[in-house]
């Protein structure tokens, strides 16, 4: 059995005290053994003098998770989604965000697999049926390719300095329940690493690949319809031993934006999401401009709009690493006013001296508009197609010169907090296409292809162009 029912009970131990837990798939439930109930309050005491109390300080779950033996004698880790530990009539009780069931008993994992919607439609399952076969009387039949042969390869990437691999694959289930279909195909996502007991590395895998998927699907709004796990079995197999289930603020899947197409597909980043994959583990990957939901990504704010442009700030760095080429002039001239500035400062003091700094520092200083006319330069050629569709359709043509000192002026009113300053109308326009940007330079820094960029970020904004593959040379 992969679940329980309504509650799991059993026995965990905490703070070196082993309690009776109760969990109802919210809050677990910490009861003391009576020989440790006046220990385990003491947690919560402050002595000021002999035999005199008042309220201590707050008790904390410092591990990041805790592992309980069932009653039925199965294994469940625990995932608080708070380390503050509360207290009602002797009681302790911790929120929890996640946990792991075990079927049956391992000491070790190796792989952790994925199905989602999403994942259906970034790797569809039609991928998998070779052939179909209809006649008048109803016979119908579909014929699979091995579902082996599905298997992307494997692709390498790093998260906390151990090796792991991703590859998507398809499989088939049945169900013998009335309620749904007998047979069905899913993708999945599947991560393999070296042996582990490390429950929270597991974790932070599962962290990763959401924010991967929701990045394919520029909403955070994604689900996990099953998240596995597996032990080595013989000759290089896995065995799925139990499942992890997440309990924290679960969405609703957004099926409409997956009827639309409105997610890159893995054909367009083919052999690239590792790299994807490593930076959303190291950090590097922009996403906190990536809406909750489509419906709040249609609509902007001045926290959305200030979001938008750090993206684009932040993924101009990694793309051109060496800012935009000055012609020699300028270098001097720069260089010149440095010097000069640095000579006076050296002679100044107190606030002077810091005024004098700040010059200094901005004489380098690229601003926002000359990012974005470099940009438009160095990416037309494949975004124009999308600009210039999108600004004809709103009766204006697509300028980057004009859209830089726009969208520059406006994040400085949002920034400085200049409300009195009167919104620059078509700078809302001007973000829009700027969301396409941003994917066109991440997708850019991670290799692919001009026409695969193009398909991306058509189908993901739902732009409806036609792009022709013969473009790419």
Same mark, same amino acid.
């Not at 008042?54 to 625990?78: A, S």
């Not at 749904?180 to 582990?196: A, G, I, K, N, R």
């Not at 800012?323 to 100044?348: D, P």
């Given at each position: !059995?992969?679940?329980?029912?309504?509650?799991?009970?059993? !026995?965990?131990?905490?703070?070196?005290?082993?309690?009776?837990?109760?969990?109802?798939?919210?809050?677990?439930?910490?009861?003391?053994?009576?020989?440790?109930?006046?220990?385990?309050?003491?947690?919560?005491?402050?002595?000021?003098?002999?035999?005199?109390?008042?309220?201590?300080?707050? *008790?904390?779950?410092?591990?990041?998770?805790?592992?309980?033996?069932?009653?039925?004698?199965?294994?469940?880790?625990?995932?608080?989604?708070?380390?503050? *530990?509360?207290?009602?009539?002797?009681? @302790?009780? #911790?929120?929890?965000?996640?946990?792991?069931?075990?079927?049956?008993?391992?000491?070790?994992?190796?792989?952790?697999?994925?199905?989602?919607?999403?994942?259906?439609?970034?790797?569809?399952?039609?991928?998998?049926?070779?052939?179909?076969?209809?006649?008048?009387?109803?016979?119908?039949?579909?014929?699979?390719?091995?579902?082996?042969?599905?298997?992307?390869e494997k692709q390498k990437f790093y998260v906390d300095e151990k090796e792991v691999t991703v590859q998507f694959g398809i499989i088939r289930k049945?169900?013998?329940?009335?309620?749904?279909?007998?047979?069905?195909?899913?993708?999945?996502?599947?991560?393999?690493?070296?042996?582990? +007991?490390?429950?929270?590395?597991?974790?932070?895998?599962?962290?990763?690949?959401?924010?991967?998927?929701?990045?394919?699907?520029?909403?955070?709004?994604?689900?996990?319809?099953?998240?596995?796990?597996?032990?080595?079995? $013989?000759?290089?197999?896995?065995?799925?031993?139990?499942?992890?289930? #997440? @309990?924290?603020?679960?969405?609703?899947?957004?099926?409409?934006? @997956?009827?639309?197409?409105?997610?890159?597909?893995?054909?367009?980043?083919?052999?690239?999401?590792?790299?994807?994959?490593? +930076?959303?583990?190291?950090?590097?990957?922009?996403?906190?401009?990536?809406?909750?939901?489509?419906?709040?990504?249609?609509?902007?704010?001045?926290?959305?709009?200030?979001? =938008?442009?750090?993206?684009?700030?932040?993924?101009?760095?990694?793309?051109?690493?060496?800012? =935009?080429?000055? $012609?020699?002039?300028?270098?001097?001239?720069?260089?010149?006013?440095?010097?000069?500035?640095?000579?006076?400062?050296?002679?100044?003091?107190? $606030?002077?001296? +810091?005024?004098?700094?700040?010059?200094?520092?901005?004489?380098?200083?690229?601003?926002?508009?000359?990012?974005?006319?470099?940009?438009?330069?160095?990416?037309?050629?494949?975004?124009?197609?999308?600009?210039?569709?999108?600004?004809? @359709?709103?009766?204006?043509?697509?300028?980057?010169?004009? !859209?830089?000192?726009?969208?520059?002026?406006?994040?400085?009113?949002?920034?400085?907090?200049?409300?009195?300053?009167?919104?620059?109308?078509?700078?809302?326009?001007?973000?829009?296409?700027?969301? !396409?940007?941003?994917?066109?330079?991440?997708? $850019?820094?991670?290799?692919?292809?001009?026409?695969?960029?193009?398909?991306?970020?058509?189908?993901?904004?739902?732009?409806? =162009?036609? #792009?022709?593959?013969?473009?790419?040379?």
């Amino acid at each position: !059995m992969y679940d329980f029912e309504n509650l799991a009970s059993g !026995m965990i131990c905490f703070k070196e005290v082993n309690f009776t837990f109760v969990f109802d798939r919210e809050e677990l439930r910490l009861i003391p053994p009576n020989d440790k109930k006046s220990e385990v309050e003491k947690w919560f005491m402050k002595e000021l003098a002999p035999g005199v109390y008042t309220m201590g300080d707050p *008790v904390y779950v410092e591990d990041e998770y805790l592992i309980g033996r069932c009653n039925e004698g199965i294994e469940i880790v625990l995932f608080p989604n708070s380390h503050n *530990v509360g207290r009602i009539n002797g009681v @302790l009780r #911790i929120g929890i965000g996640a946990y792991i069931w075990k079927r049956i008993r391992s000491s070790v994992i190796n792989r952790i697999s994925f199905e989602s919607p999403e994942i259906d439609c970034i790797f569809p399952t039609k991928k998998a049926i070779s052939s179909k076969k209809y006649s008048e009387d109803g016979y119908f039949a579909v014929e699979t390719i091995p579902l082996k042969d599905t298997l992307t390869e494997k692709q390498k990437f790093y998260v906390d300095e151990k090796e792991v691999t991703v590859q998507f694959g398809i499989i088939r289930k049945e169900k013998g329940d009335m309620s749904s279909p007998p047979f069905s195909l899913h993708s999945v996502m599947y991560f393999d690493f070296e042996d582990t +007991d490390n429950y929270a590395f597991v974790f932070r895998l599962y962290n990763i690949a959401k924010v991967f998927v929701q990045y394919l699907n520029y909403r955070k709004s994604v689900t996990f319809t099953d998240i596995n796990l597996s032990a080595p079995f $013989k000759e290089s197999q896995h065995l799925q031993f139990a499942k992890l289930f #997440i @309990l924290d603020n679960l969405p609703e899947t957004e099926q409409q934006c @997956l009827k639309d197409r409105r997610y890159i597909r893995y054909e367009h980043i083919k052999e690239k999401e590792h790299k994807i994959l490593s +930076d959303i583990a190291s950090g590097l990957l922009y996403t906190r401009n990536i809406p909750n939901t489509y419906a709040q990504g249609r609509t902007i704010d001045a926290a959305r709009f200030v979001m =938008i442009t750090a993206a684009f700030e932040w993924e101009f760095r990694r793309l051109f690493p060496d800012g =935009i080429k000055k $012609k020699e002039r300028t270098i001097k001239a720069e260089n010149l006013v440095s010097e000069t500035l640095k000579e006076l400062q050296s002679k100044a003091t107190g $606030k002077a001296k +810091d005024i004098y700094k700040h010059l200094i520092d901005g004489i380098h200083f690229t601003q926002l508009s000359s990012k974005i006319i470099h940009t438009g330069k160095e990416l037309g050629t494949v975004v124009d197609i999308f600009g210039n569709r999108l600004y004809h @359709l709103n009766g204006q043509e697509l300028k980057y010169s004009d !859209m830089g000192l726009r969208i520059g002026k406006q994040r400085n009113n949002y920034a400085h907090g200049n409300l009195d300053q009167e919104f620059v109308g078509l700078s809302l326009l001007d973000l829009i296409y700027l969301e !396409m940007i941003v994917y066109a330079m991440q997708l $850019k820094y991670y290799g692919v292809s001009d026409v695969n960029i193009q398909k991306a970020i058509n189908s993901l904004f739902r732009q409806n =162009i036609l #792009i022709n593959d013969d473009e790419e040379k």
